[in-house]
C-alpha cells in the first residue's frame, strides 16, 4: 500500500456515518457522490462573458500539495489563468480521486507552471517581472524575506493573499483565538506574523488566512492519518493528559473556498481571517470521530502524562497538548463563507479518497505507542 498507489481508481463506498451519540445520520446517496468528490458542494462552476471579462493572471506559490491542489481547480473554473510556481520536483498536476478524465484533461490544459527555487531572488524578480501577475496566492511563504523579491518584481500586483497560521496566536486561557487577539512574538510561525508585517508596511493590497488545524484528502501533515493508522492496526491510541483538551479542525476544500472568496473582495483588504471547522473536538472525541469515519470499532483509548516520558526528537502525538481553537464568526459574517463540511462528514471524505484506498503521506509509526503501552502494562501488573 505505498503512497503512490493510483489515484484513478473508482470511488469507495462511503462508510457509515454517525454523530458523536451513535445516532445515524442519513445521507442520499447524490450527496454523497458530490462529498466524495473533489468538487466544492453544490452546482459547477460556469464561466460567464462577465467572469471572464474579470479573469486575473493569478501565480500560486506552492501549487502541487495540498490546499494548492484544490484551489487551483476552483481558480481555473472560475476562468483564471493560473500559474504554479515549484521547484519541479513533483509533478505539476496528478489527477485526484473521483475527477474523470475530462476534468483532469481540461485542468492540466489550462494550468501553467513557473519553474524555480523561491529562494533564489533574483529568479524570482526576473521572472515575476516578465509575467506581470495580477495576483499572488503564497501558500507556502514562511519567511518574510522570501515575500519580499515577490512584490518587487510587481509593483502593479492588485493582491497578495496569504496563508498564514492561528499558530501564530499567543497562548491564552480566553479561548476561542480572534482574529485581534495578541500575537506570540516567539512563536515557530513568527515569520508568518514578520511577512503580514513586511505586507503592511509595503502598501500592498494583501489579505491573510489563518487556518488552524487543516484535513482532508493529500494532507502531508499527520493529522487524521495517524489516528487511520492505529485504528485499521486494530491498536489502542494514546492520548496525552484526560483527553479533554479542546482544539478544531478545517477541511482542506472548506480553506480553498475561502481562499476564493477573498480574491478582489473589498471587505477582505488588509484584512486576517481564521478559518477552520464552526465547532470544536476534544482529542477523545476526535479519535472517535475518525473511527466513525472509517467504519471503524469503537477505539480503546489510552491517557498517559506526557512527562512521564522521553520520546526524544520523537512526537507522540499529532496536536499541540492544550486547547487550541478559533472563532470564524469574521470569515462568517464578512465574507460570507460558511464550512460545508463537519467534522464527521469531512473525515469520511479524507478516508474515502485518501486513506481508505491504500495512500498515505506517511508509514505507520508505533514506536512511542510501544513505549506507552509497555509502560501503563507495567503499571498495571504492579498494581495487581
Known amino acids: 500500500m505505498a503512497a503512490t498507489a493510483s489515484l484513478k481508481s473508482s470511488l469507495l463506498l462511503p462508510s457509515p456515518i454517525s454523530d458523536f451519540s451513535g445516532a445515524a445520520v442519513s445521507i442520499s446517496v447524490s450527496a454523497q457522490k458530490r462529498r466524495s468528490s473533489w468538487q466544492p458542494r453544490g452546482a459547477r462552476v460556469q464561466v460567464s462573458a462577465a467572469a471572464a471579462a474579470d479573469s486575473k493572471n493569478i501565480l500560486v506559490m506552492g501549487g502541487t500539495r495540498f490546499i494548492g491542489v484544490f484551489l487551483s481547480r476552483i481558480l481555473v473554473k472560475e476562468g483564471h489563468q493560473v500559474t504554479l510556481f515549484t521547484r519541479g520536483k513533483a509533478p505539476i498536476t496528478q489527477q485526484l480521486p473521483g475527477?474523470?478524465?475530462?476534468?483532469?484533461?481540461?485542468?492540466s490544459s489550462k494550468v501553467q507552471h513557473l519553474k524555480g527555487d523561491r529562494q533564489d531572488f533574483e529568479f524570482v524578480k526576473t521572472s515575476?517581472?516578465?509575467?506581470g501577475y495580477d495576483v499572488v496566492y503564497d501558500i507556502n511563504g514562511r519567511e518574510a524575506v522570501q515575500v519580499e523579491?515577490?512584490?518587487?518584481?510587481?509593483?502593479n500586483l492588485e493582491q497578495y493573499i496569504y496563508c498564514s497560521s492561528a499558530g501564530v496566536y499567543l497562548k491564552s486561557d480566553i479561548l476561542p483565538h480572534c482574529e485581534v487577539d495578541a500575537v506570540d512574538p516567539k512563536s515557530r510561525h513568527k515569520g508568518k506574523l514578520e511577512t503580514e508585517s513586511l505586507l503592511t508596511s509595503r502598501g500592498v493590497n494583501w489579505t491573510s488566512i489563518r487556518p488552524v488545524y487543516i484535513y482532508g484528502p493529500l494532507n502531508y501533515n499527520p493529522v487524521e492519518e495517524w489516528f487511520f493508522?492505529?485504528?485499521?492496526?486494530?491498536?489502542?491510541i494514546p492520548i496525552p493528559g484526560a483527553g479533554n483538551q479542546i482544539t478544531q479542525l478545517g477541511h482542506v476544500k472548506d480553506l480553498a473556498r475561502a481562499f476564493n472568496l477573498v480574491l478582489g473582495n473589498p471587505k477582505a483588504s488588509q484584512q486576517i481571517f481564521n478559518i477552520s471547522g464552526a465547532k470544536y473536538v476534544t482529542f477523545d472525541g476526535l479519535a472517535r470521530a475518525c473511527a466513525k469515519a472509517g467504519g471503524f470499532p469503537e477505539p480503546e483509548l489510552v491517557h498517559y502524562n506526557p512527562k512521564d516520558f522521553d520520546f526524544g526528537k520523537k512526537k507522540a502525538f499529532p496536536f499541540r497538548d492544550q486547547h487550541f481553537f478559533a472563532s470564524v464568526e469574521k470569515a462568517i459574517?464578512?465574507?460570507?463563507?460558511?464550512?460545508?463540511?463537519d467534522l464527521v462528514d469531512g473525515l469520511t471524505d479524507s478516508y474515502n479518497l485518501d486513506f481508505g484506498r491504500g495512500t498515505f503521506r506517511k508509514a505507520a509509526d508505533f514506536t512511542?505507542?510501544?513505549?506507552?503501552?509497555g509502560k501503563k502494562l507495567a503499571t498495571t501488573r504492579a498494581l495487581i
Open 99 to 107: 475527477e474523470s478524465d475530462a476534468e483532469y484533461a481540461e485542468f
Open 128 to 131: 515575476l517581472a516578465a509575467k
Open 149 to 155: 523579491p515577490i512584490i518587487d518584481a510587481l509593483p
Open 229 to 236: 493508522h492505529r485504528l485499521k492496526a486494530g491498536r489502542p
Open 333 to 341: 459574517s464578512e465574507l460570507g463563507w460558511t464550512p460545508e463540511f
Open 368 to 373: 512511542t505507542d510501544d513505549i506507552i503501552l
